[in-house]
């Protein structure tokens, strides 16, 4: 919302600077995110007449001007201009006046006449986009009076960041009610006395969704003067709003609009068929926009239509058959209330983000309706004149929301706050915002406004009160409530313990949204249904993700695509399993590794990073809570990962999640040339805390026996781990892997898999006798269980 400080001051004087302004505004809860001039810099620009216009004597294009810009004698001007003509009012740079860019103004010789200035467009001063010709200016400015003067152009923007609950500021009515009430000033409100009708003319108006719109107030003008101009003053705060002139019919609709904060609609008379109707849209209906583009409606898309057809989506933009033509002389003005729900996020499901569909969405004041188009008459009836057609309001009044009585008490003020505010002093904030109040006893009585929609509960008044007598006049004490740390679990590893170790394993933490695109999470997890959201903020975030990998991988993409050669990354969030009729919220801690396995340097050799880095770092994750051998990998396939390079997650017996290889189609769409390896794991059951209990260390020696094992290459490390601790027994205190082989010596379809047995006993010294009879029976056992043969 761009506010100009000048016109706010018509509405409220409070004697403050700009700075003061901005500071005071932000403090009251209504963010100022810029400051800035309303015009760019120049100097030696002055109003000016032309007094004679003729043709040059050796260029079709060019005019020479005699022009009057207050000095005793006119100065001659060569003019490219087309509607350069004698008797209009313009902007003259003279010699020497320095131009927005710094352009310096010099005596010029332009086909043999000499031009000793220049007429100016107001693209050439930064005041619009119009280059078709120089800027018309009010036939009542006195010549030579500096531009900046005579335009007010030394005025500042002030730009608002509003949340999304207060709608109600955002138009210059808004403001500065929010202003008066935090100064104490007095609200100064232009004159809006209802226009007299000249004719009988109405146009019919049906309500067939009254819920939706429970009031519409529309009115006839014929006999606009279809060649009629916007004044200069309008166009310029238009363009100090951020909005471009057009037409008076649309200029008058838009400056209310940001005057009152209530959006409006125009229309050509002549091209509506027989009535308005605000309806739902059937499904599949077709609407060209004033834009330009084709859209298909959905039947929950609220419609304004005549007879015939749909001419425009409620509170977002009308349609290009019934809108203001260069020929329209005979309009229909619409003024309506919209209830939010029925509009919100309709304007974002067509990629549009208008200024009707953005005060829509947050609420418009059910009660504004006839005065805006009060206003809106007498505007465009002194510009472009015409008949005017009586004020015809269609209503449901049951469907108009009321603003109910907040109960307030003023103890709870000073409680919450705490500071002591007079009851007094409370009661006087809430009158200056509009509220009524009224309450003898103890509690207050407070009714809201029609406009502040936010205002339900003793702790909104409670803010409203806290924001008006200012953040900065609250003292800062100390807490009063004692402040009691909750106790620390062992039976669980902390989070932050997590984070740490991933980082010290050189994986860096992102954060990202839990919506995704539905076509990113059907890619990855094409057997469910994706969760929509009913209003997504966008096409990339319409979806609940499912899982953390569509995330990282989109992360993993951008960076690929930004030259990075390695990336380790992780993220520790909640993803969310809808099942049709339950919806789910689990942490998970997903990871992936992608390009160089180290950092390049002289003494490593150069590697990609592979599933087993990956293991290694899912296994030191595990032994985090005292015991990695609850973590097992066993082969296994899901969509998202290729399918002979994936293993399901299990920990004690249960799945806990997954890791592998990126599938080969996802690598393709997410355009990334090598696959990472990627890892999810839900994060409450794999990472369980075993407490330590004390074991006593053996005082007698350890002996160790190794074992080369020919086994089938489908025999997993965690079966042959099983089979030699059962068989072993309590000797066995640790089983080492230390050779994996395959080649000459070993039958095709097997592998020899070499074991390290540290056998120890707490109360004697094993014996070789002992040993051997640990290796026997592990022989056995392996081959009985796993068709194992001793390699020699």
């Not at 809808?578 to 992936?592: F, M, P, Q, V």
Request: charged content about 25%; hydrophobic content about 45%.
């Amino acid at each position: 919302m761009r506010v100009s400080t000048a016109w706010l001051s018509e509405w409220v004087q409070t004697g403050w600077d700009t700075a003061t302004l901005a500071h005071r505004l932000t403090m009251a809860g209504l963010e100022v995110e810029a400051v800035e001039a309303a015009a760019p810099t120049f100097v030696g620009v002055v109003v000016a007449r032309v007094v004679d216009c003729t043709p040059h004597p050796d260029a079709d294009k060019l005019s020479v001007c005699s022009v009057d810009y207050g000095a005793a004698d006119s100065v001659q001007v060569v003019c490219g201009a087309a509607n350069a003509r004698a008797g209009m009012t313009t902007a003259l740079a003279q010699v020497g006046a320095t131009l927005p860019g710094g352009l310096v103004v010099r005596k010029a010789m332009l086909r043999g006449v000499e031009s000793l200035g220049m007429m100016c467009s107001a693209r050439e001063l930064g005041l619009g986009d119009g280059h078709d010709g120089i800027l018309e200016l009010p036939g009542e400015l006195t010549p030579g009076r500096d531009l900046r003067e005579a335009l007010g152009l030394d005025d500042t923007i002030i730009e608002l960041n509003l949340t999304p609950n207060r709608g109600d500021a955002l138009s210059l009515a808004g403001v500065a009610r929010e202003v008066a009430a935090i100064s104490g000033a007095e609200l100064s409100l232009p004159s809006m006395a209802p226009v007299p009708a000249t004719i009988a003319d109405r146009f019919e108006v049906r309500l067939s969704a009254a819920e939706a719109c429970p009031r519409f107030a529309g009115r006839v003008i014929r006999g606009i003067h279809p060649g009629a101009s916007s004044p200069l003053w309008m166009v310029e705060r238009l363009r100090r709003a951020g909005l471009r002139a057009i037409s008076p019919v649309v200029d008058v609709t838009n400056y209310v609009m940001l005057e009152l904060g209530q959006p409006m609609h125009g229309y050509d008379l002549r091209r509506l068929n027989s009535r308005i109707e605000v309806r739902y849209a059937r499904q599949g209906e077709k609407l060209q926009l004033l834009d330009g583009r084709a859209v298909t409606l959905d039947a929950d898309v609220l419609v304004i239509a005549d007879a015939s057809s749909a001419v425009g989506i409620a509170g977002v933009m009308g349609g290009e058959k019934s809108g203001i033509a260069g020929d329209t002389t005979d309009v229909f003005l619409e003024v309506a209330y919209f209830n939010p729900a029925a509009i919100a996020g309709r304007a974002r499901r067509f990629g549009m983000h208008t200024d009707a569909s953005q005060r829509f969405e947050r609420g418009v004041d059910p009660c504004l309706q006839e005065r805006a188009m009060e206003r809106a008459t007498q505007l465009l009836v002194d510009i472009a004149g015409g008949m005017v057609g009586p004020l015809v309001v269609t209503e449901q009044t049951t469907a108009l929301p009321r603003r109910s009585s907040v109960r307030l008490d003023p103890q709870q003020v000073n409680r919450l706050l705490g500071v002591k505010i007079p009851r007094a002093e409370i009661e006087l904030i809430l009158r200056r915002l509009g509220m009524q109040v009224a309450g003898a006893g103890d509690v207050l009585g407070v009714i809201p406004p029609s406009y502040r929609f936010d205002i339900t509960i003793a702790q909104d008044l409670i803010e409203e009160v806290a924001r008006i007598h200012g953040y900065d006049d609250i003292p800062q004490t100390d807490a009063l409530m004692p402040q009691v740390p909750l106790p620390a679990s062992e039976a669980t590893v902390g989070r932050e313990r997590v984070m740490m170790l991933m980082a010290d394993r050189d994986y860096q933490e992102v954060i990202n949204y839990s919506f995704i695109e539905t076509e990113l999470q059907r890619a990855f997890d094409p057997e469910c249904e994706p969760l929509g959201l009913s209003n997504p903020i966008s096409e990339d975030m319409a979806v609940m993700r499912r899982s953390l990998l569509p995330g990282l991988c989109r992360v993993l993409s951008e960076n690929a695509r930004r030259q990075q050669d390695r990336v380790r990354l992780f993220e520790l969030g909640t993803r969310f399993l809808w099942d049709g009729t339950r919806l789910e919220e689990r942490l998970a801690l997903a990871g992936l590794a992608w390009g160089l396995a180290e950092r390049e340097q002289w003494g490593l050799q150069r590697r990609v990073a592979d599933f087993y880095d990956v293991k290694a770092d899912l296994e030191a994750l595990s032994s985090l809570g005292g015991d990695e051998q609850r973590l097992r990998f066993e082969a296994d396939s899901i969509p998202c990962m290729h399918p002979g390079k994936c293993a399901r997650i299990n920990i004690d017996g249960r799945l806990a999640g997954w890791i592998g290889e990126l599938h080969p189609e996802l690598s393709k769409y997410l355009e990334l040339k090598v696959a990472p390896i990627v890892f999810e794991i839900d994060y409450v059951s794999s990472f369980i805390s075993h407490i330590p209990v004390y074991k006593e260390i053996s005082k007698f020696p350890a002996i160790r026996r190794d074992l080369a094992l020919v086994v089938d290459e489908t025999v997993r490390l965690d079966q042959i781990r099983e089979s030699v601790s059962v068989s072993a027994g309590a000797a066995l205190q640790e089983l080492r892997v230390f050779d994996v082989y395959r080649g000459a010596g070993v039958e095709p379809g097997r592998k020899s898999v070499a074991l390290g047995l540290i056998l120890q006993e707490t109360s004697r010294t094993l014996t070789d006798t002992d040993a051997d009879a640990v290796v026997s029976a592990v022989v056995a056992r392996v081959k009985q269980d796993h068709n194992a043969t001793i390699r020699d």
